[in-house]
Nanobody, 123 residues
Framework: QVQLVESGGGSVQAGGSLRLSCAAPGRTFTNYAVGWFRQAPGKEREFVAG????????NYADSVKGRFTISTDNAKKMVNLQMNSLKPKDTAVYYC????????????????WGRGTQVTVSS
């Protein structure tokens, strides 16, 4: 398993932007798919976005398409989730997860998880 650390959460008004980052201290994401998930109070955890292990493909939940962008830095040390046009329904704890040789889909067999970062969007 890989230790994952999320950062960049916070509070923002509706329509604003936040950038979340996921890092694996001491290593890179080479050969790992990384996914972002979120869980709102009283709801099940849901897939938000993912990038394949090769970096060649990305996937998004319908609810965030066109607003969120997942990306990997050139050194594959960080996976970012740029969130624009945020809505109150985006309020949740956001988690990043990693899957060795995964394809970046919701069910890619993520075996490592971070502790999460809170995102709060007010109306």
């Amino acid at each position: 398993q890989v230790q994952l650390v999320e950062s960049g959460g916070g509070s923002v008004q509706a329509g604003g932007s936040l950038r979340l980052s996921c890092a694996a201290p001491g290593r890179t994401f080479t050969n790992y798919a990384v996914g972002w998930f979120r869980q709102a109070p009283g709801k099940e955890r849901e897939f938000v976005a993912g990038v394949s292990w090769s970096g060649g493909s990305t996937n998004y939940a319908d609810s965030v398409k066109g607003r969120f962008t997942i990306s990997t830095d050139n050194a594959k040390k960080m996976v970012n989730l740029q969130m624009n046009s945020l809505k109150p329904k985006d309020t949740a704890v956001y988690y990043c997860a990693a899957a060795r040789y995964g394809l970046g889909f919701a069910g890619s067999g993520y075996e490592s998880w971070g502790r999460g970062t809170q995102v709060t969007v007010s109306s």
